[in-house]
Nanobody
């Protein structure tokens, strides 16, 4: 059984940085895409960034140049480095693994406020 656990969220001032981590337990076979999504209260869940097993990335326009996604295949872990954070980045951030099946983490809260 695969489980995803996010960590690294918290409260940060505008312009600050956070690094999110998501570690997968259990066995995942074959190719799989790992990524991050976020959802603010009253809004739809939206894509933040994804990365394929070969390293191809996709970013939301709102985070390009500020966020960087990376993954460690040996540890089956995905990271999201978030720099120059803005109040509009405030949301619950969810880790996702999409392969033969799709898995979601429980979410970690990121709050950007002065």
């Amino acid at each position: 059984q695969v489980q995803l656990v996010e960590s690294g969220g918290g409260l940060v001032q505008p312009g600050g940085s956070l690094r999110l981590s998501c570690a997968a337990s259990g066995i995942i076979r074959g190719n799989y895409v790992m990524g991050w999504y976020r959802q603010a209260p009253g809004n739809q869940r939206e894509l933040v960034a994804t990365m394929t097993n070969s390293g191809r990335t996709n970013y939301a326009d709102s985070v390009k140049g500020r966020f960087t996604i990376s993954r460690d295949n040996a540890k089956v872990t995905v990271y999201l480095q978030m720099n120059s954070l803005k109040p509009e980045d405030t949301a619950v951030y969810y880790c996702n693994v999409d392969g033969w099946k799709s898995y979601w983490g429980q979410g970690t809260q990121v709050t950007v406020s002065s």
